[in-house]
């Protein structure tokens, strides 16, 4: 029995282009018509997307494992080597040797979110 390649679809398969994606797969995924988004990006992107909301997301990120180093320095220190609880630590030590600079980015973030 011989394998034939199929190069092109049979004309009776049903192509999957972009045209059968376009519906959402539910209505709270888009705005409702006539909205105005005052940022001018899309109010669902993800903040992997988004230079200026991934910069918010690591901030913000550093300031937590800043402050939660403060009350529990232990626990933290103690899981340093760890490769989940390290990366908090690492957040946490850029958060106390570089706090003027870390304040300053919160400060333009701020101001530019404004």
Known sequence: MRMRLRTAPHPNER??????????????????????????TH??????????????VILLLVCTCTYAHHYFPGFMDRNRHNYVMG????????????????ALGLVFMAVSLV
């Open 15 to 40: 192509q999957h282009t972009l045209q059968n994606f376009k519906q959402p797969l539910c209505p709270s995924q888009h705005p409702p018509q006539g909205t105005h988004n005052p940022l001018g």
């Open 43 to 56: 109010p669902y992107k993800s903040a992997l997307f988004d230079f200026q909301k991934l910069v918010v």
């Open 87 to 102: 990366i908090f630590w690492k957040c946490a030590r850029i958060g106390e040797r570089m706090s003027p600079y870390i």
